[in-house]
């Protein structure tokens, strides 16, 4: 862990209170993520104020003396007795944790810690990047004694945390929760901090740099070098390179306003001949990028329905898709930033709201889902960005990059599904309003539907 780095409040933290609290030891927890996400960070922070002596066992760059160790794992008196030797801690039986980084690159710690639970002396952290969780643990049996946890970029709260802002988010949520505006003023003030946090993203290294400098082409600089390790990530597990063009094309299809990510217009003729099912189940599971996916009768269950032939991709981070959609500039220049700040870009930036909202909607747990479906004349389609699934009911979201306040495709699909339809979003960038059913929802307000 870089000590030049803040360490940031995350959510994360009570989720791992509670497992320690709730678990007492009788599994270990398990932090998955993209890289660079935080996932060390918040490891160590939480074994430095909640346990009296802690060890981290970074196995991306473990001493010879581990590896060693490891060998004989099956001793744990004596795999704990070197530990303590090589990292000159102390560990105190029931008040000591030990934190595994980077798991995946010692499968047989991870079957170990079955064994290391079981015995029930220290509480046990893992923590893994990438899909590498998945692919390095082949031939080895999974410890059910986990308790898994995501992390993903800091969400809008944390973000505003991040800048000293406690208060924001709880007086958004009232004003949600009552149905209340907040003045056209307020809400442009709000969304300028909101469009902040979607060009710097929730990359803690790219938070740092911007409270660091101010300077959003430095963000954007650090950004680059996050983008490149996702890119090298993806051509250690497909050495063809097609899941780094894929994810690297992203920006691009969703531009298109396609009803689908078309892998045959970045991947050619070579997608033929590649398995793909296996491809972008590992770019999900290395979770640097969101799918959506079609759900092909959506009166009846979302998961049940879902096509796995046709799905939208977003990238995990909207600072990050960012930086992509201007990838052809050597560094995105700060003028590029300066009129995405204040919403003066001429591109159509549709696409980008498109993919804050997954994040958004991901990191409060739900699964993405789309619908999409003939108009009469069959020359277009309807669509519905988003469909989420409450209390048995959908609650259909459109979203549109402007002010602009129809809302076609969600009126006739609240026709088609009228019996399913619990509320009706259309996200925008204007203050809350209420167009008869449709509650129309300030992007800034999404955390809360």
Known sequence: MDTDYRIFRRKLYERMLNWKQAKDGKTALLIKGARRVGKSTIAEEFAKREYDSYIVVDFANAPDGVWEAVKNIADLDNFFFQLQFIYKV?????????????????????????????DHRYDFIETGSLLSIKKNTQGITIPSEETRVT???????????????????????????SKRTVGDQV????????????????????????????????????KREIIDLYTDDFRKIDPSGKASRLFKAIPSELSKNASRYQVMSVLGRSAENTDMDELLEDMED??????????????????LHKDKDQYKMFVGDT???????????????????????????SADLGYVYENVVAQMLKAGGNEL????????SGKHNYEID??????????????????????VSLDEFCKKFSKEVLWRYLVYTKDFRKDEETLMVPVYMVPFL
């Open 286 to 303: 290395s979770l640097c990028v969101n799918f959506a996916y079609h759900a092909n009768n959506p009166s009846v269950g979302l998961a």
């Open 369 to 376: 889902f789309y619908h999409t479906w003939p108009t009469p």
């Open 386 to 407: 988003f469909l989420l699934s409450r209390s048995n009911k959908l609650c259909p979201i459109e979203v549109k990059s402007s002010g602009y306040k129809t809302h």
């Open 151 to 177: 992390m993903y970029p800091m969400d809008y709260e944390e973000f505003r945390w991040a800048l000293g802002d406690q208060v924001t988010l709880p007086l958004l949520k009232e004003a949600f929760e």
């Open 90 to 118: 102390k560990l105190v039986e029931r008040k000591s944790v030990i934190i595994f980084d980077e798991i995946q690159k010692a499968p047989q710690v991870r079957q170990a810690i079955k064994y290391m639970v079981k």
């Open 187 to 222: 809400s442009r003030q709000l969304l300028r901090d909101f469009r902040l946090y979607m060009l710097v993203g929730g990359m803690p290294q790219a938070v740092n740099t911007y409270l660091d400098t101010n300077n959003l082409s430095e963000v954007d600089q650090t």
């Open 319 to 345: 600072g990050l898709f960012i930086t992509l959609a201007f990838w052809d500039k050597d560094v995105t220049e700060n003028i590029i930033y300066q009129k995405l700040l204040s919403d003066k870009l």
